[in-house]
């Protein structure tokens, strides 16, 4: 059980280019979220997924896409990467019907110059 | 939407002493508050959480307490030790509905503990 997983740890983008980052759960949960985290800022929402098939803007969606592709995955993607969107991505899960506990991922540190 | 903000952002306090970290919450209808602990370079992990129907949760030396009415929450951390420094994230959500939760994180409090 490896909880959530996400891809890539580290990366570093040139100004305009794309990418997605992955991230996988094992627990069966239903809502899945996309956080960034800045010095100072703590944790803001980009997008979440309440189930299957269902996506939703959170605080801070401009520059970004999400895709659930299914119950176990939710991608993150920047089309044209900004210095702005230098951060360090978490994602997150939930299981729905028992308690509100989020759990994390190990975080993906993006760099774009 | 909510807004939670949290207090101090820094915090420096020596072995053995008590730590307290405030956080104050603007949507009333949030009723679940859970405190996050985070690492240098890891992920934030969840050390305690508490509901609305409940004013005080204790866990050995983590305590948090809530005033719904007043809409702020605490936490306490006694007789602090070295592993203890972190940064520590107040959330609050509004509870199961069915749907997502969303959670909503305060700016964090980056707690020092001297020897």
């Known amino acids: 059980n490896a909880g959530v997983t996400q891809t890539p740890k580290f990366q570093v983008l040139k100004t305009g280019q794309s990418m997605t980052l992955q991230c996988a759960q094992d627990m069966n949960h239903n809502s899945m979220y996309w956080y960034r985290q800045d010095p100072g800022m703590g944790l803001r929402l980009i997008y979440y997924s309440a189930s299957e098939g269902t996506t939703d803007k959170g605080e801070v969606p401009n520059g970004y896409n999400v895709s659930r592709l299914n119950k176990r995955e939710f991608s993150l993607r920047l089309e044209s990467a900004a210095p702005s969107q230098t951060s360090v991505y978490f994602c997150a899960s939930r299981r729905q019907g028992g308690g509100n506990t989020i759990y994390f991922g190990e975080g993906s540190w993006l760099t774009v110059v | 939407g909510e807004n939670v903000e949290q207090h101090p952002s820094t915090l420096s306090v020596q072995e053995g002493d008590s730590a307290v970290i405030k956080c104050t919450y603007s949507?009333?209808?949030?009723?679940?508050f859970p405190w996050y602990k985070q690492e240098l370079g890891k992920r934030p992990q969840l050390i305690i959480d508490i509901r609305s129907n409940v004013g005080e949760k204790k866990d050995q030396r983590i305590a948090v307490t809530l005033n719904k009415t007043a809409k702020h929450f605490s936490l306490h951390i006694t007789e602090t030790q070295p592993e203890d420094s972190a940064v520590y994230f107040c959330?609050?959500?509004?509870?199961?509905?069915?749907?997502?939760?969303?959670?909503?994180f305060g700016t964090g409090t980056r707690l020092q503990v001297t020897l």
């Open positions: 959330a609050a959500s509004i509870g199961d509905t069915g749907t997502a939760s969303k959670l909503t």
């Open positions: 949507d009333s209808a949030s009723n679940y």
